[in-house]
């Protein structure tokens, strides 16, 4: 149970932490400095459970990345159920942690429509999420990579963020939207699907053209 207990802890962290950051400053979608910060945190948050749960669960905290570590046979059916239950856990417990510091469930770091357009935001999201989730598999196949894996990953999401943030918050990640919006509720909660849909799409996706482009390479 180890593993399972990790990934709760790490996607708690980052909702407390990231979605801390973005409360406690107002990020919005204008670019300013609490815009910065916002993204800084989230990839932050990657580096520090990286180079410690990492070496327990591999850090996925993230359903998006559970699914494409399935798909590239790397994981069992059954250690990807438990991973995705601890990490939907762990944000709902980080959530109700950071409403329980403010005192509200008001404003949690919950993620928007882009345009109230719910065909855009998918496609967005799918976009981000394939690009991170890509970069995680690329950069932890070569065991070359193993040391700066942990800081790769977490610039990449940094960079998501800050192209991300304005459209629709930045989800890429199932879990960290969902806790969020559950306690918010209201419209958060409503949309939320559109926050789990894309990322597992997009992290599939990114797991389909890790085995054409790159494990073939790897293989030959």
Not at 52 to 79: E, Y
Not at 111 to 134: A, P
Not at 206 to 217: D, E, N, R, S, T
Request: proline share 3%; hydrophobic share 55%; with cysteine.
């Amino acid at each position: 149970m180890k593993k399972f207990f990790a990934e709760f802890i790490g996607t708690f962290t980052l909702v407390l932490f990231a979605c801390g950051t973005a409360s406690v400053l107002g990020c919005t979608a204008e670019p300013n400095a609490a815009y910065i910060m916002t993204a800084l945190s989230f990839g932050l948050v990657i580096v520090a459970m990286a180079y410690s749960i990492g070496q327990v669960s591999g850090c996925h905290i993230n359903p998006a990345v559970s699914v494409a570590v399935l798909l590239s046979g790397k994981m069992s059916l059954t250690d990807f159920i438990m991973y995705v239950v601890a990490q939907f856990l762990g944000a709902t417990a980080g959530a109700g942690v950071l409403a329980l510091f403010l005192g509200s469930t008001e404003k949690l770091g919950a993620n928007g429509l882009f345009d109230n357009n719910i065909w855009k935001s998918l496609g967005i999201e799918v976009i981000l999420t394939f690009i991170f989730v890509f970069v995680i598999l690329c950069v932890t196949s070569k065991k070359e990579y193993e040391k700066p894996a942990g800081l790769i990953i977490g610039l990449t999401l940094t960079l998501v963020h800050i192209f991300g943030i304005y459209f629709t918050g930045t989800s890429v990640n199932p879990a960290r939207s969902f806790g969020p919006a559950l306690l918010t509720g209201g419209t958060a909660l409503s949309n939320v699907w559109v926050f789990i849909v894309a990322p597992l799409v997009g992290g599939a996706l990114a797991a389909v053209v890790y085995k054409l482009l790159i494990a073939k390479k790897e293989n030959a």
